[in-house]
């Protein structure tokens, strides 16, 4: 019996450890146990599991041959594949599709090749023609989401937001996608996914722009970062035609580089200027945008009008210029007003968190992917930070951001407000507690200068 107890009880402490990790460290426990069990079941399964989701093609002819000479049959050939590989949520490997094959055949296949390997998820991604990468997911990677703890690659107004359900990361590229469109209820998760970019941005040489019609509670915790807030509609009125002016002016400087000298490199926009008369990248981020839009009486629609119809220009020419926007609000249609759906049209990039009605998700999504207008209508309350990301090429993905608190991102912006450039247009909206927290004693020889444009 003694000894029965002395085999059994680390038996049982194994287990519970086990136990543990799977639920506190999924990744460790990946490493350790999850991913040697499902590698020696894809390999010992592959040929079958193969042939029974319908994924083989007949034999070639000199295989045909030879089995009609030893008697046989020649059975059905699967894709070649490489030896799969672990990653941080799962592993992946490369197929060669054979002759006939296409990629949906593999998606449509999808689920049933998770459950025949025992995966939490697989997705089938082509890499080029003929070939394809299967990733097999472990576990839930989106319930219970934490920052990478190694830096991952990113260049300049480039910033990983959020994780993918595949484990990958969603990146936030504004010279790829300028302009973005924040969709979420109360407690979907939109605050987080905007600290965790402000947070982002506000370590970078990046001029940061606040637009809160809701007297400024949003945004004013990250005003010692910000370099303008308005925080009423009138505020946000002329500081759209301090933006307008600073774009048209970089205009004039764009087209003035192109007769600089025979030498001079001919450009659209300020990316191909040279580094010492680039202007800084300007991030402007619109809160509650629904607050723009709302108008009591024929005085405020004419204010309306015109800020959507600046909004508008922004979008439509802010690229080249360097002016980049993220239009947050927590719902967002056509019923807001003239301008609405022209505006929409301008923002690429979409982020839909829970909504409250179907039409806020049809107007983030709809219009690039149906599948997935519908997909972030089936969004559940209690899991607050799962959005559905979409841009205009028709793709999307679920994806969650870290959970970062207010305090977290102000101390952030508080620890870089040394870094705010210098922008003469936008100095007389710069907040009160952006100054305070500069002070006499900050450090000019940190911040940015962004260099003056000259009309």
Request: proline residues 7%; aromatic residues 6%.
């Amino acid at each position: 019996m003694a000894d029965t107890v002395r085999v059994l009880l680390p038996v049982l402490l194994v287990l519970v450890a086990l136990l543990v990790l799977r639920r506190r460290v999924p990744v460790l426990f990946w490493w350790l146990v999850g991913y040697p069990v499902v590698v020696v079941r894809v390999l010992i399964s592959y040929r079958a599991t193969m042939d029974a989701c319908g994924l083989t093609v007949p034999a070639s002819a000199v295989r045909r041959a030879t089995a009609r000479m030893m008697g046989r049959q020649a059975a059905q050939v699967p894709p070649r594949h490489s030896f799969p590989l672990p990653t941080g949520s799962g592993l992946v490997m490369r197929l060669r599709m054979a002759a006939g094959q296409a990629p949906e055949d593999f998606t449509a296949s999808a689920d049933r090749l998770r459950h025949a390997w025992g995966a939490h998820a697989v997705y089938v991604h082509p890499t080029k023609p003929g070939w394809l990468e299967l990733r097999l997911v472990g576990w839930d990677v989106l319930a219970d989401v934490r920052p990478s703890r190694r830096r991952l690659a990113a260049g300049p107004l480039c910033l990983p937001l959020a994780l993918r359900e595949d484990g990958r990361w969603h990146s936030r590229d504004f010279r790829t996608v300028p302009h973005e469109l924040i969709l979420g209820a109360t407690q979907s998760g939109k605050s987080v996914y905007l600290r965790n970019l402000l947070c982002g941005l506000a370590r970078q040489s990046v001029v940061l722009v606040g637009i809160d019609c809701k007297w400024g509670v949003e945004l004013a915790p990250f005003a010692p970062r910000l370099s303008a807030l308005a925080d009423n509609p009138d505020r946000a009125n002329e500081l759209l035609d301090a933006l307008l002016a600073e774009m048209e002016a970089r205009f004039r400087l764009i087209g003035l580089s192109g007769g600089a000298g025979p030498n001079a490199v001919l450009t659209s926009d300020v990316w191909g200027l040279p580094d010492d008369v680039r202007p800084v990248p300007v991030v402007v981020v619109v809160d509650e945008v629904a607050e723009l839009f709302l108008a009591a009486g024929k005085d405020d629609e004419k204010r309306r009008d015109a800020m959507v119809t600046k909004l508008i220009r922004l979008a439509q020419l802010g690229r080249a210029a360097g002016i980049y926007l993220e239009v947050c609000g927590q719902r967002f249609g056509s019923e807001l007003g003239k301008g609405a759906t022209m505006l929409r049209a301008q923002l690429t990039g979409r982020v839909c968190h829970r909504v409250n009605d179907e039409a806020s998700a049809n107007m983030a999504l709809a219009d690039i992917a149906p599948e997935a207008a519908l997909a972030a209508t089936s969004i559940p309350a209690e899991r607050p930070g799962i959005a559905i990301v979409g841009d205009s090429s028709g793709g999307w993905s679920r994806v969650r951001s870290p959970h970062l608190t207010l305090d977290e991102a102000a101390a952030v912006c508080r620890d870089t407000s040394g870094l705010v450039p210098e922008l003469a247009r936008l100095d007389s909206f710069r907040s009160a507690i952006a100054l305070e927290s500069a002070g006499p004693a900050a450090p000019a020889a940190t911040a940015p200068t962004a260099r003056p444009v000259t009309g």
